[in-house]
């Protein structure tokens, strides 16, 4: 007879098949079994009839890419430890030596980082061009640009492009575009149908998504996702992901794959008390300009409305301000101290509402004409009333008078 450690790893009960409840099985693996040495040599990771390895997928990590293929309306999808990674696995596995990759000037500061970083140092070369004028996007195209990034609204100064426009050079030009949709979130607008009704279809051919943001909820997971609606880009796509040995684990699929169901709800809500504090701080005195895309008066507001429509669920939970140039950079500090409902962090699309004050000119290459001057301040709303947002929002003004 077995040793009892031997028989505790090598137990006979197996329990029935059959099961089901509301959320999936979570399973975790590195080591993956195969039933005999034939099927290991057969077994094929690549196209999801099989498993192979953990790094390669589970049941759990086919299930959150197959859903979220279907949030956004792509056809495969791939799961990255961070949206960064996101970013920097479709620059990986699409850019070589002489390359270039165009950046609008609003990007994620981390991916403009990227480019001036570690891409650089391999001889792939990068221009910004201004999101808000396609003229200047057609003009920096040349042979070198193998990819064209977009964002949608815009990460910090929220301004929203005319992304249809974009799409349609980088076609002309038969130039790769990837959209970084974690602003959208799959819901303000479909990225691989960005005319519904329209043949032939307008559609970008990449979509990264940092789950870390709504779809996960709760402040708490870091993942990405990148999603394509062509085989053979995904497979490109794909073997670089394997070769660099990127995985996400068990346990933050799960949490993704719980929160899912409440996405549209989360959403939703938090556009609702976006709309509602950008709407009251358009009326105080202490701001220049806020910015939010469902505001007339912010920039892109017409593409936003074009693409979104104006419903609530089109306009996720940012907007920014833009302090008045007579209030100085400690006085704005002492602001942002002053709130107590809305926290000082980085990130957004979780159930607490954030605050973060930013360096404009050091994250553009130069001010934009359609910004005024002044200290730009970035809000995410979380989960909490929008009265009580307002209130704090109010008695943290006292502090700059």
């Known amino acids: 007879m077995a040793e009892l450690t031997t028989t505790l790893i090598h137990h006979p009960y197996q329990p029935p098949a059959g099961f089901g409840a509301p959320q999936p099985g979570v399973f975790k693996a590195s080591t993956v079994f195969f039933p005999n040495v034939a099927a290991m040599r057969q077994f094929e990771w690549k196209d999801k009839s099989a498993y192979t390895y953990g790094l390669h997928g589970t049941p759990t990590t086919y299930t959150l890419e197959e859903r979220l293929c279907t949030l956004e309306g792509g056809a495969q999808c791939l799961l990255v430890p961070s949206g960064l990674a996101a970013i920097a696995t479709v620059c990986l596995a699409l850019l070589r030596r002489g390359d270039e990759v165009l950046i609008p000037d609003n990007a994620y500061g981390p991916s403009k980082a990227l480019a001036e970083g570690e891409l650089a140092h391999w001889g792939i070369t990068h221009r910004y061009f201004d999101p808000m004028d396609p003229a200047d996007l057609a003009a920096k195209l ?37 959209l970084d949709n974690t602003w959208g979130a799959g819901l303000a607008f479909q990225p691989f149908d960005l005319q519904p009704g329209q043949l032939p ?30 085989e053979r880009l995904h497979m490109q796509l794909k073997l670089c992901h394997m070769r660099l040995g990127l995985g996400v684990a068990a346990n933050d699929a799960e949490s993704v794959l719980r929160a899912l169901p409440s996405l549209v709800l989360r959403y939703r809500s938090h556009d609702e008390t976006a709309r509602t504090l950008a709407h009251w701080c358009q009326q105080r005195n202490e701001f220049a300009q806020v910015l939010h895309p469902a505001l007339p008066q912010s920039p892109g507001h017409v593409h936003w409305r074009v693409l979104c429509g104006d419903a609530l669920g089109a306009a996720a939970g940012l907007f920014s301000v833009i302090f008045k140039p007579d209030v100085n950079q400690a006085r704005v500090d002492a602001f942002c101290d002053a709130l107590q409902l809305f926290k000082i962090g980085y990130s957004w699309g979780g159930p607490m509402s954030l605050v973060m004050p930013y360096q404009l000119e050091t994250m553009r290459s130069s001010w934009p004409v359609y910004l005024q001057p002044g200290i730009l301040v970035r809000f995410s709303t979380g989960l909490e009333s929008a009265a009580d947002l307002q209130a704090d929002l109010q008695q943290a003004l006292q502090h700059i008078a």
């Open 142 to 178: 040349s042979p070198a640009t193998k990819l064209v990034w977009l964002e949608a609204a815009g990460s910090v100064t929220l301004e929203f492009p005319d992304l249809c426009a974009q799409v349609r050079l980088c076609r002309a030009a038969k130039v790769l575009c990837a």
């Open 201 to 230: 279809t307008l559609a970008v051919d990449i979509s990264i998504h940092a789950l870390t943001k709504y779809p996960s909820g709760g402040g708490d997971v870091l993942m990405g996702s990148v999603i394509t609606t062509h």
